[in-house]
């Protein structure tokens, strides 16, 4: 038995799919960027005319995917603190892994984050022009 869930804050998924999925004490998030929603808005993304990525900023990307994620885990019932596990997607591990290791510390680590394994990963390029997508698994309390 499962439920979807979509949320009414954070940026519409990009295809056929919900933005999580629970599943017994699970919830399962569908990979977030850092869209905005209701706009074709990238945060920090600068395009061209030709819409290929001009420039990017990598902090600014970051924080807004922190904040989408914890937009769709309000939005079905969770907390940031209920985060288990996350993966990474980056598109240039080299180039941005510092920043946004140091951001993801001041977000998920320390005594009062949720401090969950993780994995991250370089990949070659996102559905959208972005720099950074997180998949992300929570442990919810049962209903």
Not at 7 to 18: I, K, T, Y
Not at 82 to 107: H, S
């Amino acid at each position: 038995m499962s439920s979807t869930y979509e949320s009414d804050r954070a940026p519409e998924p990009v295809g056929a799919f919900p933005h999580a999925k629970r599943a017994g004490n699970f919830l399962f998030l569908s990979g977030i960027g850092p869209r905005t929603r209701g706009t074709t808005e990238i945060p920090g993304v600068k395009l061209g005319s030709d819409g290929a990525v001009v420039s990017y900023d990598i902090e600014t990307q970051c924080r807004a995917v922190f904040e989408n994620v914890r937009l769709v885990l309000e939005d079905a019932g969770a907390k940031w603190n209920d985060i288990i596990d996350v993966t990474v997607f980056l598109t240039d591990i080299k180039k941005d892994f510092p920043a946004y290791n140091r951001l993801y510390a001041e977000y998920f680590a320390g005594p009062n984050n949720p401090n969950p394994t993780r994995t991250t990963i370089e990949v070659r390029a996102l559905p959208t022009p972005i720099a950074i997508e997180l998949k992300v698994i929570a442990a919810v309390p049962g209903t």
